[in-house]
């Protein structure tokens, strides 16, 4: 990967293709991509370590881009383990370099290696500067952005914000992903981000007062064109605030013996004939539980059709309501479908999980089939339908 805007902005990262899970439950069948940046200016600068399994082949990439240099400095903006792993190894490899971040991040080398560094350390904060020549790096606080010691970095010199893990998205750098950018990037930042809303509008506020011509996140591709960082910059801004993203139907559901699953397709058919012109579905048991959380949060309107299940709802419903609940999902309208052969009660109990959600509206027809789709509950589906395409 090259930055094409600066000769002396080095991508000393890495990529991944041997994991199999993210942070242990995200799939990344394109891999995962771990960036660090070295500045070669009069005094020479490291953004950031990799992950722990590949530390060798970024000490090499360090070393091939210094040449004879040694390193000054190395900023630590975010403290997970993806990122921070080398820290010690690196302090003992260049042992006249001086550590720069938070003092949170401090506290958590503490915790991580049994050392803060003290003798070396440079604790920065909003607003404060350091200079290596013709760069000059400004810090700006970010915290739950998304832990609460993170820093970003703003370049003057070359307008370029070094975004800690803001606007990253999962899939290593050396494979083309064939849906760009924002499919990934969204399923990151629901994933990862999605709770913390707020502290990324805080961000995404002093991000306006900067020009920016470059975003060098730690995981994903650079952007650097006006068109990619305008456009990232307003997917963030959707995303963070929880506005609807696209005009759009899921149908998210779980069935055990396919009289539910026959349902929804029913579902999904009336509501294309009604002129519904994006309906996803995803059966919860087998699809991607995390795409189905992006789509979630990419569309407006959401039916959740469910079994009656040792008297509450399938353990795989019960698992996305509680994945959308804990990343703040509002603002959407929700239509409800149950299945039930003694005492139908799954839409009750949905619908009483989001209570304290801000902004949720629930559609009027509420579908109860006790066993499978009849005559009656097949025109509560069209009622449904109707209602949800009228909203």
Same mark, same amino acid.
């Given at each position: 990967?090259?930055?094409?805007? &600066?000769?002396?902005?080095?991508?000393?990262?890495?990529?991944?293709?041997?994991?199999?899970?993210?942070?242990?439950?995200?799939? #990344?069948?394109?891999?995962?991509?771990?960036?660090?940046?070295?500045?070669?200016?009069?005094?020479?600068?490291?953004?950031?370590?990799?992950?722990?399994?590949?530390?060798?082949?970024?000490?090499?990439?360090?070393?091939?881009?210094?040449?004879?240099?040694? !390193? /000054?400095?190395?900023?630590?903006?975010?403290?997970?383990?993806?990122?921070?792993?080398?820290?010690?190894?690196?302090?003992?490899?260049?042992?006249?370099?001086?550590?720069?971040? &938070?003092?949170?991040?401090?506290?958590?080398?503490?915790?991580?290696?049994?050392?803060?560094?003290?003798?070396?350390?440079?604790?920065?904060?909003?607003?404060?500067?350091?200079?290596?020549?013709?760069?000059?790096?400004?810090?700006?606080?970010?915290?739950?952005?998304?832990?609460?010691?993170?820093?970003?970095?703003? /370049?003057?010199?070359?307008?370029?914000?070094?975004?800690?893990?803001?606007?990253?998205?999962?899939?290593?750098?050396? !494979?083309?992903?064939?849906?760009?950018?924002?499919? +990934?990037?969204?399923? @990151?930042?629901?994933?990862?981000? %999605?709770?913390?809303?707020?502290?990324?509008?805080?961000?995404?506020?002093?991000?306006? %007062?900067?020009?920016?011509?470059?975003?060098?996140?730690?995981?994903?591709?650079?952007?650097?064109?006006?068109?990619?960082?305008?456009?990232?910059?307003?997917?963030?801004?959707?995303?963070?605030?929880?506005? !609807?993203? &696209?005009?759009?139907?899921?149908?998210?559901?779980?069935? #055990?013996?396919?009289?539910?699953?026959?349902?929804?397709?029913?579902?999904?058919?009336?509501?294309?004939?009604?002129?519904?012109?994006?309906?996803?579905?995803?059966?919860?048991?087998?699809?991607?539980?995390? +795409?189905?959380?992006? /789509?979630?949060?990419?569309?407006?309107?959401? !039916?959740?059709?469910?079994?009656?299940?040792?008297?509450?709802?399938?353990?795989?419903? @019960?698992?996305?309501?509680?994945?959308?609940?804990?990343?703040?999902?509002?603002?959407?309208?929700?239509?409800?479908?149950?299945?039930?052969?003694?005492?139908?009660?799954?839409?009750?109990?949905?619908?009483?999980?989001?209570?304290?959600?801000?902004?949720?509206?629930?559609? /009027?027809?509420?579908?109860?089939?006790?066993?499978?789709?009849?005559?009656?509950?097949?025109?509560?589906?069209?009622?449904?339908?109707?209602?949800?395409?009228?909203?």
């Amino acid at each position: 990967m090259k930055i094409n805007h &600066s000769n002396d902005i080095k991508y000393i990262g890495v990529n991944d293709h041997d994991i199999d899970l993210f942070e242990g439950q995200f799939d #990344v069948p394109l891999g995962m991509a771990y960036n660090s940046y070295l500045v070669l200016d009069e005094k020479t600068v490291v953004f950031d370590t990799v992950d722990a399994r590949f530390a060798q082949e970024w000490l090499g990439n360090i070393k091939r881009e210094l040449s004879s240099r040694s !390193v /000054d400095y190395l900023v630590v903006q975010h403290m997970e383990p993806d990122h921070s792993a080398n820290i010690a190894l690196f302090a003992e490899t260049y042992p006249d370099a001086k550590i720069v971040s &938070s003092e949170k991040a401090f506290r958590m080398m503490k915790n991580f290696f049994g050392d803060d560094f003290a003798s070396r350390r440079i604790v920065v904060k909003e607003g404060d500067k350091l200079s290596t020549g013709s760069h000059e790096f400004v810090f700006v606080e970010a915290p739950m952005v998304h832990w609460p010691e993170v820093i970003v970095t703003y /370049d003057t010199s070359t307008k370029t914000l070094f975004s800690a893990d803001g606007f990253g998205k999962f899939g290593a750098n050396d !494979v083309e992903d064939p849906e760009g950018w924002d499919c +990934e990037a969204r399923r @990151y930042y629901f994933g990862i981000v %999605g709770k913390f809303g707020v502290p990324v509008q805080a961000l995404l506020k002093k991000a306006a %007062g900067l020009d920016i011509r470059a975003i060098l996140p730690l995981h994903g591709p650079i952007l650097d064109t006006p068109e990619t960082i305008a456009h990232a910059i307003a997917q963030y801004d959707t995303w963070s605030s929880y506005r !609807v993203e &696209s005009e759009g139907v899921l149908i998210a559901y779980t069935s #055990v013996y396919g009289n539910t699953k026959k349902a929804v397709l029913k579902l999904k058919e009336m509501l294309e004939a009604r002129g519904c012109k994006k309906v996803a579905l995803a059966d919860l048991a087998r699809d991607d539980m995390h +795409e189905t959380i992006e /789509d979630a949060f990419r569309y407006g309107k959401v !039916v959740l059709a469910t079994t009656t299940y040792n008297s509450g709802i399938f353990p795989f419903m @019960y698992e996305f309501i509680h994945h959308l609940l804990e990343r703040n999902y509002r603002d959407r309208i929700i239509g409800l479908v149950e299945n039930g052969s003694w005492a139908p009660t799954a839409a009750r109990t949905m619908r009483s999980m989001f209570e304290k959600s801000q902004g949720i509206k629930f559609c /009027d027809n509420v579908v109860t089939i006790t066993s499978a789709l009849n005559t009656s509950s097949e025109g509560s589906l069209a009622a449904l339908a109707e209602e949800l395409v009228s909203l």
